[in-house]
């Protein structure tokens, strides 16, 4: 709620108040005539109504209506701001593996927790997109379709597990199923975010294949190939003896997944570590930002009607007062 005068130069009108009653008190006040009674008991009963207390009280009245009328003239208003947003809206699917692998701990404190953590800070950073959710290993499935429920999202993000899906890398399948997820989409720009850490070794539709069917429907895709250079440690559950680790080469299969970038019109970026894959997040949320235009108005409504009929009623409630109960008598 705004408030404001639509007329406020009238309200230096209020300046003349001050002067008003402080001249009113050097005359009435402790400044009354004098008149000699023979019986003063008599005259202090004949002023039963108590009205000589009160003798102030007209002018009060009378500096009152003036400060209520001349906030009227200034006119005050209520107002109450809207705002339209437009947007030109981006859709977004986020693809990413959960095949055995991605429990390396060469990103800290996982491959896995470091790409939950990166993508939920990629989603909560986002204003009026729609963004869904694909995960693969071995098989794909859409974990969550294109919504702005956000809240839902990071929720579904932080449930993803290694072994829900029959393991492997079907980075062909789960393109193919983002495509799919955007396939009869209206935006003005369609994006897939993949992230993987291997090479397509399950499922019917190569990288490539899913690239090209990406291109035709005008989807972007950008690929993040995440795993440090060399050896990883992973951590392997052996009903035997317990978890252990063993130290497995890092294989990923850039030459396929620059070509999926290319084809596509995106960008390849590799992640050797947390902090590389966070900054990848953050440089595809510059790339593909939604613009967002504000219009900002405001209804106001008038409200001089209140303080000119408080004005006017103390102006009446004065003028009969004056006239009858707390009359003057020279």
């Known amino acids: 709620m705004i408030h404001r005068f639509a007329d406020p130069e009238y309200l230096a009108l209020l300046v003349v108040l001050p002067p008003l009653v402080y001249g009113y008190a050097r005359r009435r006040i402790g400044q009354g005539g004098t008149i000699r009674y023979s019986d003063v008991p008599a005259v202090r009963l004949a002023d039963a109504r108590g009205t000589g207390r009160l003798r102030h009280l007209v002018f009060g009245l009378r500096v009152a209506a003036l400060a209520a009328l001349t906030l009227a003239f200034a006119r005050p208003q209520s107002g109450v701001t809207r705002e339209n947003v437009s947007s030109s809206g981006i859709d977004i699917v986020l693809a990413l593996d959960l095949s055995t692998s991605m429990l390396a701990e060469d990103l800290e404190p996982n491959r896995l927790e470091a790409a939950r953590h990166a993508a939920t800070t990629f989603v909560e950073g986002r204003q009026s997109d729609r963004i869904g959710l694909v995960v693969f290993a071995g098989e794909a499935y859409t974990q969550a379709p294109l919504t702005i429920d956000y809240d839902v999202l990071t929720t579904l993000i932080a449930e993803l597990r290694v072994g829900t899906i029959a393991d492997g890398t079907a980075i062909g399948m789960g393109l193919a199923t983002a495509v799919k997820r955007l396939r009869d989409s209206k935006a003005k720009s369609k994006v897939i975010v993949l992230l993987t850490d291997g090479r397509n070794n399950r499922g019917e539709i190569e990288p490539l294949t899913a690239a090209q069917m990406a291109h035709a429907l005008g989807v972007k895709v950008y690929v993040i190939g995440t795993g440090t250079r060399g050896t990883a440690r992973v951590p392997v559950d052996d009903p035997a003896f317990g978890r252990r680790y063993v130290t497995m080469r890092v294989d990923i299969d850039e030459t ?59 102006l009446v409630t004065e003028v009969v007062l004056g006239g009858t109960w707390l009359r003057r008598i020279p």
Do not use: C, M, N, W
């Open 256 to 314: 396929t997944l620059k070509a999926v970038a290319r084809i596509t019109g995106g960008r390849y970026f590799r992640a050797t570590d947390r902090a590389s894959l966070e900054r990848i997040y953050e440089e595809i949320d510059q790339l593909e930002k939604s613009q967002v235009e504000v219009e900002h108005y405001t209804r106001y409504g008038e409200l001089f009607p209140y303080p000119l009929a408080i004005g006017l009623l103390l």
